[in-house]
């Protein structure tokens, strides 16, 4: 026969020595072997106290039974946790095969083009240029007469113009926004012209009746020669790389005068080594384009270039029709999806 | 321009290889295209190594030989040459290929030994008539290596030159000689013309005249004095026509043209070489010897060279004889009055035609010539009587006859004027000082007269041919560009900050791309052409006559786009653009604005294996992604979403103002494609106004204020716990969400902190044309919790409100 203070104290040390044994299992054996030592049906230490209650006075059972109670309740949670320290227990967030495909979202894309504008963009801001824009229908002064182009000339032959009317049309080079900025700011100025111009060229592999150009400007006193050749070489190493080397021919543009037309030295990774690819049109803007726009052209000099971005944007990925970049077909535009 | 290097050297006698020359002028000049050799006849015949060598069993002067011809495979060749050795490399000649005088190399059998391809000579490969034996070649050249290039130059080179419209005297010969005499500093030649024939036509004397002169019985008169300045005419009589010599049809044909007979042929040389258009008639076929240069009569015709009978355009200059017109002038001569074998008297015409009044005949006629792209241009006026001596002289040299008279009318050029240079502007412009000295001798070695006037003044009289050399400019490009731009240097120097800020739209088409890519969206460029008539914006010249308008709206182009994708079976199809639009105007040009449109077509979602059939985009995806899109253009104004009538969906409103639509795009579409959704909104007008007037500043103060973005103002975190309820309620047909929510918000008060819409039901239990919509209300206190007793009263309040202005019942 056993007394309520034995049969509580026995109930403290089953709650005491369980706590700590089940605390010293590192493995699910050592845990579920401690389990059946404590509350295992036949022989668990708790279950054999419980089967002694009926050995106790009647008035001492009720307090008994809430020490076993409570005993018991101090082992299972140690148990609990002690099992969740072991392995975690499988978590219904947590997929069975994680080598299933991912949930996408639709990737947008930037149009090849823009991507070349970007990064020209983002060099010539480095050296200080912005940007400026303007309207894509011109008049003939804005798009030729202010550009030193002389009316009824050959020079013009090569701006195979599309016309709203006798004297207005669509612009056949983003120039008109250098006259305009002219116009209308004081030196210094600094700036690049993105834009879509027009050429009445039917589409074919490598033409299109309207393309992007992208030019730039820069007037002040004293900008010479030299600021044009080193501004642009900068331009070639930071686009291309440091080792890419360049140089100028002589070329003609009604706008510029000295006129010249840049190469750089590039390989096309098409097994025929390296070659010289003309990039972009240049050279020092010609007096009568100060002069028309009401700029002093003995006091202010400054030059210009031009580039077209549709040609860097095809020899880098390799398009072989230029008629991929304005179909819009989604399977061409999604291979450049970020 | 095609350039003989040969001919061009005849003119600058130079040591230079084609290649090194076609460099020379590419570096100073000209862009040279193209650089092809003219023995492309032997361009097939390769490097061969004779590695062994024994006499033929059957023959006394035989060799049988194993070459290697890089293939791989030695192969068996029998040669009759004295010299063949082995260990020694000649031209070999590879079966199947065919050598210059039309021999097919076959596999052939010589005296019973299969010989496989052919070792050859200088003379069976044309290089030269000598014939000792087999050529021996001294070269490291590996067998197989293209005999053109082991062997250097090696017959005439073509240089293929892009002559641009400034430069017209490089349309010859001679002047593209005087490049390489001024950058080599080679003396110029006179070229292949014997002097003594020469002096010969220069002893005829020379009858001038004003406008009219008659002498030999031949008459020149000319009407049109503003279109044809100065007219030379030479009469040669006792010719026999007939085939050039060898070295005159050679030249021709070294510059890609053809030979036709000695006549015709001479007056392209001097074309060719000296850039002077010639043209000669039989003097027998122009009605009482005469030539009139007037203005064409209404209603004219002339058969031309080419065969085509033409009506002559009006305002056309042409040359007539006593009777008709026989040449349009400056662009092609007639038939009836061309040299034919039959002819023995000639008139050559050595004229000077005004470009402007070429260009207007070329274009109206729709007729180019050799001779019109050189008028067009210019040709130097000054060298007009050296060339018609010249081309007189190499006729009486190639097909007989007699000058016997020159006749001289109109005015001879004026001399060029000159142009003032200060070698401080030189180096100013320049960036890098440039001695006088040099600026001097460079200058002279073009052909210019140079004049020191003073330490800072030249003064500078350009050639003749050099109509492009007007001002100070002019003249400093030629200094440059003849030291070679390799000297300027490449130094980055200070620079000044300009004035002009970014274009405020550039900025916001940066913002409203961002924010399409980031959504899934496609950036397109397509043509702004449409045959829509929206714009009435017609081009005067389209391209294609079924699409001659400007666009008014970027949507009717991404429709067409989306159109081209359903075709080729892509049904998934976000695209959008910024780009400009055109509208009528009350000004010159049309009003311009800056649209982004966007569309939204196919699924919502890519599908993935937990929902293999994502929902397609609808009119709740457009309004989205209108407001989205309308906060990222005008990002300090209050944005809404007004319902509009059919076909449109919404109205977009940005400070109340209109600013863009959104609607169903209507297009061609195949069954099994979704609908199409889409968002188009007016960034902007982009100004076309002029700025000022030609020659004059603005003078504005700085422009181009950037969009105001509105900073974020803090709200405190809320401290307090929110509390609310839903409510299920009964709408009547008429009564629209926006005005239960009118209500819901003005009674809820100023705690209302949240109120959505979570539901949306029609049909079984409800009454019909009513709809049961849910709404979500969170409310809260900032300083503490609310009661449920206050939320209860509040809830009454908006159901007893709903109930008297709308109608609207609490869903039983």
């Known amino acids: ?338 | 321009m095609i350039v003989s290097h040969a001919w061009l050297r005849s003119f600058a006698p130079h040591d230079k290889a084609a290649h090194a020359i076609g460099e020379l002028l590419n570096d100073h000049t000209v862009t040279l295209d193209g650089l092809e050799s003219l023995r492309n006849d032997i361009a097939h015949i390769v490097v061969g190594l004779v590695v062994e060598q024994a006499p033929h069993p059957d023959s006394d002067h035989l060799s049988i030989t194993k070459v290697d011809d890089g293939s791989g495979t030695l192969l068996d060749v029998v040669c009759g040459a004295p010299n063949v050795t082995a260990g020694v490399k000649y031209p070999f000649a590879r079966t199947g290929s065919t050598m210059p005088d039309g021999l097919k190399i076959e596999k052939r059998k010589i005296r019973g030994q299969t010989s496989n391809g052919m070792l050859c000579s200088s003379r069976e490969l044309k290089l030269s008539g000598d014939h000792d034996g087999i050529l021996a070649l001294t070269t490291d050249a590996a067998p197989g290596t293209p005999i053109l290039q082991v062997l250097g130059e090696v017959g005439d080179s073509q240089l293929n030159l892009d002559v641009l419209p400034n430069r017209p005297d490089l349309l010859s010969h001679r002047g593209m000689a005087r490049e390489v005499s001024a950058l080599l500093g080679v003396p110029l030649a006179s070229g292949d013309l014997s002097a003594a024939s020469r002096d010969t036509v220069a002893a005829t004397p020379v009858t001038h005249g004003a406008t009219h002169a008659t002498t030999d019985g031949v008459t020149v008169h000319i009407d049109d004095t503003t279109s044809c300045p100065r007219y030379l005419a030479l009469v040669i009589r006792g010719v026999t026509v007939g085939p050039s010599p060898d070295w005159l049809r050679e030249r021709l044909e070294s510059a890609g043209s053809r030979s036709i007979n000695n006549v015709v042929d001479a007056t392209n040389y001097i074309l060719l070489g000296l850039g002077q258009p010639v043209h000669a008639f039989d003097l027998s076929r122009l009605a009482d010897q005469t030539i009139v240069v007037r203005k064409t009569r209404d209603g004219e015709t002339l058969v031309t060279l080419d065969g085509a009978e033409r009506t002559i355009a009006a305002g056309t200059t042409v040359i007539c004889d006593a009777a008709r017109p026989v040449a349009l002038a400056g662009v092609m001569g007639g038939r009836d009055s061309e040299v034919t074998d039959a002819t023995t008297d000639l008139l050559l015409e050595v004229a000077c035609f005004e470009p402007r009044f070429v260009r207007h005949v070329r274009r109206v006629m729709g007729l180019s010539t050799d001779a019109s792209y050189r008028y067009e241009r210019g040709v130097d006026a000054a060298a007009m009587p050296d060339a018609a001596l010249q081309c007189a002289a190499l006729i009486t040299q190639v097909a007989g006859g007699t000058v016997t008279a020159r006749l001289d009318v109109g005015t001879p050029a004026d001399p060029r004027g000159s142009v003032k240079l200060r070698p401080s502007r030189v180096t100013k412009l320049l960036g890098d000082p440039v001695p006088v000295d040099e600026i001097v001798h460079i200058l002279r070695a073009l052909g210019c007269a140079v004049d020191v006037i003073s330490d800072d003044q030249l003064q500078v009289t350009p050639p003749s041919w050099r109509q492009d050399l007007l001002i100070e400019v002019d003249v400093i490009e030629e200094i440059v560009r003849m030291r070679g731009f390799d000297m300027v240097s490449d130094e980055l120097r200070a620079f000044r900050p300009g004035t002009v800020r970014d274009h405020p739209m550039h900025l916001t088409e940066l913002r409203v791309r961002e924010l399409l890519v980031g959504r899934g969206l496609y950036e397109t460029r397509p043509m702004p052409f449409t045959k829509n008539s929206t714009s009435g914006m017609r081009l005067q010249n389209p391209l294609a006559d079924d699409e001659p308008f400007l666009r008014a709206s970027i949507l009717d182009t991404l429709a067409r786009r989306a159109e081209y994708n359903l075709n080729r079976m892509e049904g998934d199809v976000r695209l959008f653009e910024v780009g400009h639009v055109f509208l009528p105007s009350d000004g010159r040009l049309p009003r311009e604005e800056v649209h982004v449109a966007a569309m939204l077509l196919g699924k919502r979602r890519p599908a993935h294996f937990t929902e293999p059939d994502p929902p397609v985009f609808d009119a709740w995806d457009a309004k989205s992604l209108a407001i989205d899109l309308a906060r990222a253009a005008f990002p300090d104004a209050s944005i809404a979403l007004v319902p509009a009538d059919a076909p449109l969906l919404w109205r977009v409103t940005a400070h109340g103002r209109v600013v863009g639509v959104v609607q169903r795009v209507v297009m061609d579409k195949p069954v099994w494609a979704a609908d199409a959704f889409g968002v188009e909104l007016d960034l902007g007008v982009m100004p076309s106004v002029d700025v000022a007037p030609a020659g004059t500043h603005a003078h504005l103060a700085v422009t181009g204020t950037p969009p105001h973005v509105p900073h974020v103002l803090y709200r405190p975190i809320p401290a307090m716990p929110a509390a609310g309820f839903d409510l299920a309620l009964v709408l009547p047909a008429e009564v629209r969400a926006a005005d239960v929510e009118v209500v819901l918000r003005r009674e809820s008060g100023e705690l209302l902190e949240l109120l959505q819409v979570f539901d949306e039901y029609r049909g079984e239990h409800l009454p019909e044309g009513k709809r049961s919509v849910g709404w979500r209300l969170q409310f809260r206190h900032p300083e503490r919790t609310l009661r449920d007793k206050e939320l209860e009263g509040r809830r009454g309040k908006l159901v007893s409100a709903l109930q008297r202005e709308l109608g609207v019942t609490v869903r039983g």
């Open chain 1, 1 to 338: 026969m056993t007394t309520l203070a034995e049969f509580l104290t026995r109930a403290d040390a089953i709650a005491r020595d369980g706590t700590a044994l089940i605390r010293a299992a590192v493995t699910r054996d050592a845990l579920d072997h401690a389990r059946v030592g404590l509350l295992g049906r036949k022989q668990g230490q708790l279950t054999s106290l419980m089967a002694m209650l009926g050995s106790l006075p009647a008035e001492d059972r009720r307090a008994a039974g809430a020490a076993v109670n409570a005993t018991k309740q101090t082992l299972e949670l140690t148990l609990t946790s002690a099992e969740a320290a072991l392995a975690p227990a499988p978590d219904a967030s947590r997929p069975d095969d994680l080598t299933m495909p991912g949930r996408d979202a639709w990737k947008g894309a930037v149009h090849p083009v823009s991507l070349v504008i970007d990064e020209i963009s983002g060099i010539f801001r480095e050296l200080g240029f912005t940007i400026a824009l303007g309207p894509e229908a011109e008049t003939e002064w804005y798009n030729f007469g202010a550009l030193n182009f002389p009316p009824d000339h050959p020079a013009m032959e090569a701006h195979d113009t599309l016309y709203l009317s006798d004297d207005t049309l669509l612009r056949t080079h983003t120039s008109p926004v250098q006259v305009r900025t002219l116009q209308s700011h004081t030196p210094p100025i600094r700036i690049l012209c993105p834009g879509n111009v027009y050429r009445r060229d039917f589409f074919d592999a490598t033409h299109a009746p309207s393309f992007m150009q992208i030019e730039g400007l820069c007037i002040d006193e004293g900008v010479s020669f030299v600021d044009l050749k080193a501004t642009l070489s900068e331009f070639v190493r930071r686009f291309y790389s440091d080792a890419a080397r360049v140089r100028l021919r002589p070329s003609f543009f009604p706008f510029v005068e000295p006129g010249a037309e840049m190469d750089v030295e590039v390989d096309l990774n098409d097994g025929k080594g390296t070659r010289w690819v003309e990039i972009l049109g240049c050279g020092m803007v010609h007096p009568n384009v100060l002069d028309a726009a009401g700029i002093d052209s003995e006091k202010y000099s400054g030059w210009a270039f031009g580039m077209g971005p549709a040609r860097i944007a095809m020899s880098r990925h390799k398009l072989p029709d230029i008629r991929l970049l304005y179909d819009s077909d989604v399977r061409f535009l999604e291979q450049f999806a970020q």
